[in-house]
């Protein structure tokens, strides 16, 4: 097995976290892009949504990341009893995550299922691939909200599907990967393609959001919906 290698230094993030709701037992937040979720093994790489919310949340743990170039709703457990108790509800897939992202080109459908096994691959650190025989299930929806054309400074215009993704499994890097293999990968991703065509080479970060964040809060028993508008 070939040992992976993370040389990846992230760039200082000025963003700051903002903090949509806290209780004694959550806190949702909508994190900035260029943010990592959890500190890195280098120490150049501390800044992260739980080094910072961990000074203001004492004993606050994460549930689920985003990655580091996504935006958008996350929650946060208080302690280490709501933490078991989110993380029952992400593993027992009772959780809806809902994003909104822009995709290259125009899709030909207004809807339709991404279902491929995705493995990881230490010899294509940090990419993840698509592998029916070694990957773990993944399924994805897509629903178109719009077409347009986007225009780039040197007046290219470049043609962008707007859509909702809805993930049923949490796979790393799992609607990066599906919608390259739609063949429309998300404007701005750099592992996956979304940065190949003519005058996307400066897109300033991934066009990924989580729009939408539905659970059943641990303590109340309440059905929380929550809903942050994509900033893109």
Same mark, same amino acid.
């Given at each position: 097995?070939?040992? @992976?290698?993370?040389?990846?230094?992230?760039?200082?993030?000025?963003?700051?976290?903002?903090?949509?709701?806290?209780?004694?037992?959550?806190?949702?937040?909508?994190?900035?892009?260029?943010?990592?979720?959890?500190?890195?093994?280098?120490?150049?790489?501390?800044?992260?949504?739980?080094?910072?919310?961990?000074?203001? &949340?004492?004993?606050?743990?994460?549930?689920?990341?985003?990655? &580091?170039?996504?935006?958008?709703?996350?929650?946060?457990?208080?302690?280490?009893? @709501?933490?078991?108790?989110?993380?029952?509800? &992400?593993?027992?897939?009772?959780? *809806?995550?809902?994003?909104?992202?822009?995709?290259?080109?125009?899709?030909?459908?207004?809807?339709?299922?991404?279902?491929?096994?995705?493995?990881?691959?230490?010899?294509? &650190?940090?990419?993840?691939?698509?592998?029916?025989?070694?990957?773990?299930?993944?399924?994805?929806?897509?629903?178109?909200?719009?077409?347009?054309?986007?225009?780039?400074?040197?007046?290219?215009?470049?043609?962008? %599907?707007?859509?909702?993704?809805?993930?049923?499994?949490?796979? %790393?890097?799992?609607?990066?990967?599906?919608?390259?293999?739609?063949?429309?990968?998300?404007?701005?991703?750099?592992?996956?393609?979304?940065?190949?065509?003519?005058? *996307?080479?400066? *897109?300033?970060?991934?066009?990924?959001?989580?729009?939408?964040?539905?659970?059943?809060?641990?303590?109340?028993?309440?059905?929380?919906?929550?809903?942050?508008?994509?900033?893109?």
């Amino acid at each position: 097995m070939s040992k @992976i290698i993370d040389t990846f230094i992230a760039p200082p993030c000025h963003e700051k976290i903002e903090i949509l709701y806290q209780d004694d037992h959550v806190v949702l937040i909508n994190k900035p892009a260029g943010l990592l979720s959890l500190s890195g093994k280098n120490p150049q790489n501390l800044d992260s949504v739980h080094h910072r919310l961990v000074q203001i &949340f004492p004993g606050c743990t994460l549930v689920h990341r985003l990655d &580091f170039g996504t935006s958008g709703l996350m929650v946060i457990a208080r302690n280490k009893a @709501i933490n078991v108790a989110l993380c029952q509800q &992400f593993s027992q897939r009772t959780v *809806t995550k809902i994003y909104s992202a822009l995709l290259c080109g125009h899709l030909a459908n207004n809807e339709g299922v991404i279902d491929m096994a995705i493995a990881k691959d230490p010899a294509l &650190f940090p990419l993840m691939s698509i592998c029916a025989t070694h990957g773990k299930p993944a399924r994805s929806c897509y629903r178109v909200v719009e077409r347009f054309y986007h225009e780039l400074k040197d007046g290219i215009l470049l043609p962008l %599907t707007r859509v909702e993704l809805t993930p049923e499994t949490g796979r %790393t890097h799992q609607l990066r990967i599906h919608c390259q293999q739609l063949g429309h990968p998300i404007w701005g991703c750099d592992l996956y393609g979304g940065r190949q065509l003519p005058g *996307t080479e400066w *897109t300033p970060r991934l066009m990924l959001h989580a729009s939408e964040l539905h659970f059943i809060h641990p303590v109340s028993e309440a059905w929380i919906k929550a809903h942050n508008a994509s900033p893109f």
